[in-house]
């Protein structure tokens, strides 16, 4: 067991001369051409809609509920 | 101090439910012989579908399935008929003493079934393990889990009115953390596999254990009070 | 109709104000430019969120749930329910936020991965809970058996997605295993941080949110169904 896990750390430690995951950060492509085109504002834009559509629902059905609890409150008001 | 005569009081209490049990599954054999009836086909159903040419983990696979069934039908136990009885002893005992009582008598009963099963295995199908002490002592403690999960899955279900779907339902997620590791270490002591930190793995299923006897000691008393 | 934290609304703008700050800045800051990732690693703003809010109601359920064992009243198991609901909506969207971010990033829409395994299972057994709930009539009855199964599912929820991957000898795939809860530990500079943060908080009230329309319109029903009785 012990001498198969040296030849293993041995072929890796020889393997590493070929590895290049740890390249110079520029060399990771980005959404560059989506940011200079300008286009990264139509999605921020659509999250945004989405978001504020949402938002609008959740609103207006807490207002819905809290209609309820004042009406509830008000029946409870007229029996006292 | 510790008072041990008390102790044994209180024990005494906990051992006479488990003797009861005991003498009642003796006496009726139902649940006994239905399980003997499971562990039997599954294992002819294999002898004649493999015909010893079974690879390693195909046998883990049908072993642990085996296990899971028969689980599932000696945590139900045999309680049909029985309600007369269980009312009696909900009058006289605490809760507490019952579930210890019910989960030391169903983890033993899971015990010798399960040994039961593995000989049954490797009589008909096939003996790929090549550590069997680690398999054994990987196996005794996965079943007392499930064997005790199980126990409290049938408490909830019984007080749910939903029988046996429910209690599958409800005790196959929270089983899933003892089978995967059971399984994942079952795997390792085939023949052919490599035995790698088999401490810590048998440290996560005692673990797991003991959470969930701890759970149900102390919450059982809460579905008790009906 | 009690007048609690429920019905208070600056905790609703806030969350609105930090979703709206998240979902313009989650875009249009820079984030570190790493391999395999690239820019979906935008993703920590949105679907590890989800978990954070999933595992918070989970708790307020939970100890809800602990609460109603000790002292039986009906509003503690209302609450402890509808968290549950409004929990399993967010974990769900956080397993398929996940199983798509998988796909782009390493290449399968499902892995053998223990974390992976053990948010599905999680999701399962409060799926089980659900189920245990419809099965039982009488409403006491229900709450107290729920109430015992929650503490359970999470129990083991906490085992199976918090400690289990975290074991020496258990390999995943996902970042953070062996650092904190959800940080990418190699690449979180400040720049992630002014970002991350306000976005967890905004996810986790609307998740509160969401809960608390789900306890509020449960009470009203509550009350006019014992108001007919």
């Keep these: ?80 | 101090m510790f008072d041990f005569s008390s102790l044994l009081y209180r024990m005494n209490q906990t051992i006479a439910i488990i003797q009861r049990e005991l003498r009642h599954e003796l006496r009726s054999r139902k649940s006994w012989l239905a399980i003997l009836l499971y562990i039997g086909s599954t294992v002819y159903i294999s002898y004649l579908a493999f015909q010893h040419d079974l690879e390693p983990i195909t046998w883990n696979a049908l072993f642990w399935i085996l296990i899971i069934f028969i689980s599932m039908f000696a945590a139900s136990g045999s309680f049909a008929g029985r309600e007369g009885e269980m009312l009696y002893i909900y009058t006289l005992v605490s809760p507490r003493k019952f579930i210890l009582a019910r989960l030391v008598y169903n983890g033993l009963f899971m015990f010798f079934v399960s040994i039961m099963a593995l000989i049954g295995f490797i009589f008909f199908v096939g003996y790929p393990l090549s550590n069997a002490m680690v398999f054994l002592a990987n196996m005794i403690l996965t079943v007392w889990g499930i064997s005790s999960l199980l126990t409290m899955a049938f408490a909830i279900s019984s007080k749910g009115g939903g029988g046996f779907t429910l209690m599958a339902v409800i005790s196959f997620p929270l089983m899933v953390p003892l089978l995967i590791t059971a399984q994942h270490l079952s795997g390792m002591c085939l023949q052919g596999s490599e035995l790698d930190n088999a401490g810590g793995y048998l440290a996560s299923i005692l673990a797991l254990d003991g959470i969930i006897v701890a759970l149900c000691y102390l919450l059982f008393a809460y579905l008790w009070r009906d | 109709m009690k007048k609690d934290i429920f019905s208070a609304t600056w905790w609703k703008a806030l969350c609105a104000i930090f979703l709206i700050y998240t979902c313009v800045a989650g875009f249009l800051l820079p984030v570190p430019a790493l391999p395999i990732l690239h820019e979906s690693i935008r993703n920590l703003y949105f679907h590890v969120c989800m978990w954070f809010a999933m595992i918070f109601i989970l708790t307020v359920s939970l100890v809800n749930s602990i609460r109603y064992l000790m002292n039986a009243t009906e509003d503690r198991d209302i609450i402890a329910s509808q968290c549950v609901n409004a929990g399993m909506v967010f974990g769900v969207l956080g397993l398929i936020t996940g199983s798509l971010w998988a796909r782009y990033t390493w290449g399968a829409w499902w892995i053998n991965d223990p974390k992976l395994n053990g948010a599905a299972i999680s999701i399962l057994s409060y799926f089980a809970y659900i189920v245990l709930r419809g099965s039982i009539d009488d409403e006491q009855r229900k709450a107290r058996v729920s109430a015992v199964y929650n503490i359970f599912a999470y129990v083991m929820m906490i085992v199976f997605i918090m400690i289990y991957p975290r074991l020496n000898n258990v390999d995943s795939l996902h970042p953070g295993n062996g650092g904190n809860p959800g940080f990418n530990s190699y690449d979180l500079d400040s720049h992630m941080r002014m970002v991350f943060y306000p976005a967890v908080i905004g996810w986790l009230l609307l998740c509160v949110w969401v809960a608390s329309i789900n306890i509020r319109t449960e009470r009203i029903k509550r009350y006019y169904l014992n108001k007919n009785v």
Excluded: P, W
């Design chain 1, 1 to 80: 067991m012990r001498n198969i896990r040296f030849i293993l750390l041995l072929l890796m430690v020889l393997c590493s001369g070929s590895l290049f995951a740890q390249e110079t950060v520029g060399n990771v492509e980005m959404a560059d051409g989506l940011r200079s085109s300008g286009k990264i504002y139509v999605v921020v834009s659509v999250v945004l809609i989405i978001l504020a559509g949402l938002l609008m629902y959740l609103i207006s059905i807490d207002r819905k509920v809290n209609k309820m609890e004042k009406n509830i409150e008000a029946e409870n008001q007229l029996k006292e």
